[in-house]
């Protein structure tokens, strides 16, 4: 079975420039997360969706990241413009999410991102 | 908020036994987990806790106290592949959201 897929795998940009970021969750799963990581901070949640529905933004830096997911099987995060200080390894991560015990997280290889 | 402490680095001998604390201060507690990173890959999940007492689960093993906002992830028979980070990750803040500690690095030598 495929896993969580996320491209581009590895991007290099300018600074000021737009990057999108994709994420294709696993097949059934009704949440979505984009977390990012970085030597510094570990991994931060960005923002979580349930049923295609975001649920919590608060990890949003700011105005400059937006994400979206227009159906169950696909999800952007879209940064404009880009900063240096953006630089870091972007993971999409989906699991099946019941009212009853919490379901493990499944990460997908991640996006590495370095704005130049 | 949300707030979890691990020891940033840890090493130990091939063959030994290693413990890795977490504690946590999270609203609205949902559960416990813990993660493994190997370096330049994603996170893979090892182990979940939600009711106090241990789990085991091979030569990992991980143990929660909810009173105590606390948990620990023990790893036996350490072989060179066990290296790599371990992420406590404690479930809570409403919904299914999950927060990660910065991880602890683990490095297992000869």
């Known amino acids: 079975d495929a896993g969580v897929i996320q491209s581009p795998r590895h991007e290099v940009t300018e600074m000021g420039q737009e990057v999108t970021l994709r994420c294709k969750p696993i097949?059934?799963?009704?949440?979505l997360f984009w977390y990012r990581q970085t030597m510094m901070r570990g991994l931060e949640l960005l923002i979580y969706f349930n049923n295609n529905v975001p649920i919590d933004d608060s990890g949003m830096p700011e105005d400059r990241f937006s994400a979206k997911m227009p159906n169950a099987s696909f999800s952007t995060l879209k940064i404009q413009p880009s900063e240096p200080r953006d630089s870091a390894v972007y993971f999409c991560?989906?699991?099946?999410?019941?009212?009853?015990?919490?379901?493990?997280?499944?990460f997908g290889e991640g996006s590495r991102l370095t704005v130049l | 908020g949300q707030n979890i402490d691990q020891p940033t680095e840890m090493t130990a001998t091939e063959g030994a036994i290693v413990q890795i604390n977490c504690t946590y201060q999270?609203?609205?507690?949902?559960?416990l987990f813990w993660y493994q990173q190997h370096a330049g890959e994603a996170p893979t999940f090892l182990s979940y806790?939600?009711?106090?007492g241990l789990e085991e689960k091979g030569r990992f093993s991980s143990f929660l106290s909810r009173s105590k906002g606390y948990s620990y992830l023990l790893l036996k028979e350490l072989q060179m592949k066990d290296s790599a980070s371990y992420l406590c990750?404690?479930?809570?803040?409403?919904?299914?959201?999950?927060?990660f500690g910065t991880g602890t690095q683990l490095k297992v030598e000869l």
């Open positions: 806790n939600v009711l106090d």
């Open positions: 990750a404690a479930g809570g803040g409403g919904g299914n959201k999950l927060t």
């Open positions: 991560a989906s699991s099946l999410w019941t009212s009853g015990p919490k379901g493990e997280l499944f």
């Open positions: 999270t609203s609205g507690f949902n559960g």
């Open positions: 097949s059934g799963h009704n949440s």
